[in-house]
């Protein structure tokens, strides 16, 4: 067991010590076994979420009517989930009921993969009722019981199972992806959100051509919002096709393979957040100027810090042959004359200053724009006197 697993003890050995089963189960045991980087460590028990709340100290209420509360142990979150059977899934996102049970067995049952329906107790035994150490082995994405039901049930374990071979590189198991054939149209009555947060994951998968290569064999994308009207983004994506870290860097390579597609209207149909559409305008913004002129100080100093990593992926994505990398970003970076428009040597006053007869206008915000693109692409020094002597030879239009 690793580190992020005896962290975790402590909290199965208290609901333990009060008389309940408590085990490691989901991704975590999975992860473990494949000795990959884990995630989140998930706690299935058989004490109920009014039980829990009452035994630990900190503990947050985010789904109690399913049955999960988030523990606090150590500055540590952990999800800790009573056993449970789903209901129906109406509504394409929660199943209507659950039913808190005291066997993990039934819950192990609702899970959507064998390699996702191992439990572990704090001895490091396993739980496995559905061979899924043997899915590990042969490196296989098969669904708990009958994929046409499950599928049916919850169609977002289609797009999971996708996910899934994009982060693990396992092949989908031959009768789980007829499943998917046959149900696949269900996902077009799935709430958007829930397939903006695997597609993430999908996109981010270290053996992403493995999962792009299931999207195109599935035709699941024909069913998704964009891509049913513009089937040919997924067969333009490139070869050299590399992870991508967030799905503003997903739709600034969306945008830039299908320029009549906004970065807007993904936002829009994919129900992102207004910080993933700052982040696509941005890359979108300095990818757009790279092909024109390469690298330059400009579309550097525009761009946040935060996303000199997505800018570097996405232009060697476009560019496999002329990689280039984070550090020759932050070099330029180093070498801007001015951080920000404050740090400019003249400030609108001193421009209203310069040209006492004019009215203030939209002149101003132009002239001082100008003024900062110089500056910043190295053309103009930024000392009072070389700008005003700039600003003789190129006076702003009046409007
Ligand atoms: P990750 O490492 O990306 O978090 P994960 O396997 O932990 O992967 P989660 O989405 O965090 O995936 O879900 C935790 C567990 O809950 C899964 O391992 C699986 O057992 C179960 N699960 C999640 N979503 C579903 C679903 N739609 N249907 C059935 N079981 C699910
Ligand atoms: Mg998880």
Request: aromatic share 10%; net charge negative; hydrophobic share 40%.
């Given at each position: ?5 005896l962290?975790?003890m402590?909290?199965?050995?208290q ?5 309940h089963q ?15 980087p884990i995630g989140d460590?998930?706690i299935?028990t ?12 900190k503990?947050?209420?985010?789904g109690i009517?399913h ?5 606090r142990?150590h500055h540590q979150s952990?999800?800790v989930?009573?056993?449970r059977?789903?209901?129906d ?16 067995d ?11 329906a ?15 150490q ?17 599928f ?6 289609m797009?999971r199972?996708?996910?899934f071979?994009?982060?693990l590189?396992?092949?989908i198991?031959?009768?789980t992806?007829?499943d998917?054939k ?6 077009e009555?799935l709430a958007?959100?829930r397939?903006?947060?695997e597609?993430?994951?999908l ?6 051509p493995?999962?792009i290569a299931?999207l ?10 964009i ?5 040919e ?8 096709l590399?992870p ?5 860097e ?8 299908e320029?009549r ?9 994919w ?12 890359l979108v913004?300095a990818?757009?100027q790279y ?7 400009w ?7 935060s996303?000199?990593?997505?800018l570097?992926?996405?232009?060697n ?6 990689p280039?990398?984070v ?27 310069l ?7 939209r ?5 001082i724009?100008?003024i ?13 006197y ?14």
């Amino acid at each position: 067991m690793t580190e992020a697993f005896l962290m975790a003890m402590p909290v199965i050995n208290q609901i333990e010590n009060q008389g309940h089963q408590a085990f490691y189960v989901g991704g975590c045991v999975r992860d473990l076994l494949l000795d990959r980087p884990i995630g989140d460590i998930d706690i299935a028990t058989s004490a109920s979420p009014a039980f829990i709340q009452q035994i630990f100290s900190k503990v947050i209420p985010v789904g109690i009517e399913h049955g999960t509360v988030i523990v606090r142990h150590h500055h540590q979150s952990y999800e800790v989930t009573t056993f449970r059977i789903d209901g129906d899934y109406t509504d394409q996102r929660h199943p209507d009921s659950v039913e808190f049970i005291d066997q993990i067995d039934k819950d192990l049952e609702r899970r959507d993969f064998t390699i996702n329906a191992l439990a572990m107790n704090k001895d490091g035994v396993i739980t496995d009722l559905f061979d899924g150490q043997g899915d590990l082995q042969a490196k296989l994405i098969r669904t708990v019981g009958d994929g046409y039901e499950r599928f049916t049930e919850d169609p977002l374990r289609m797009i999971r199972a996708l996910r899934f071979t994009s982060q693990l590189g396992f092949t989908i198991h031959r009768q789980t992806l007829t499943d998917i054939k046959k149900v696949k149209p269900a996902i077009e009555g799935l709430a958007i959100e829930r397939i903006t947060n695997e597609f993430t994951k999908l996109f981010a998968g270290e053996y992403l051509p493995i999962g792009i290569a299931y999207l195109k064999d599935t035709e699941i994308y024909k069913h998704l919002p964009i891509f049913a009207d513009f089937p040919e983004i997924i067969c333009s994506l490139p070869n050299a096709l590399k992870p991508l870290h967030s799905f503003g860097e997903v739709i600034a390579l969306l945008h830039v393979i299908e320029p009549r597609v906004s970065v807007a209207q993904w936002i829009k149909e994919w129900k992102c957040s207004n910080k993933t559409k700052q982040e696509a305008a941005q890359l979108v913004n300095a990818l757009e100027q790279y092909k024109r002129d390469g690298l330059n100080q400009w579309m550097i100093y525009q761009l946040s810090e935060s996303y000199y990593g997505g800018l570097n992926r996405l232009i060697n994505i476009f560019n496999p042959n002329e990689p280039i990398t984070v550090d020759a970003l932050e070099q330029i970076a180093h070498r801007l004359p001015i951080q920000s428009k404050q740090e400019l040597a003249i400030n609108g006053n001193d421009l209203i200053n310069l040209f006492p007869n004019r009215q203030k206008g939209r002149w101003l915000q132009i002239s001082i724009n100008q003024i900062e693109k110089e500056v910043v692409s190295g053309r103009l020094k930024n000392t009072k006197y070389d700008i005003k002597e700039w600003i003789q030879w190129s006076p702003p239009e009046t409007n």
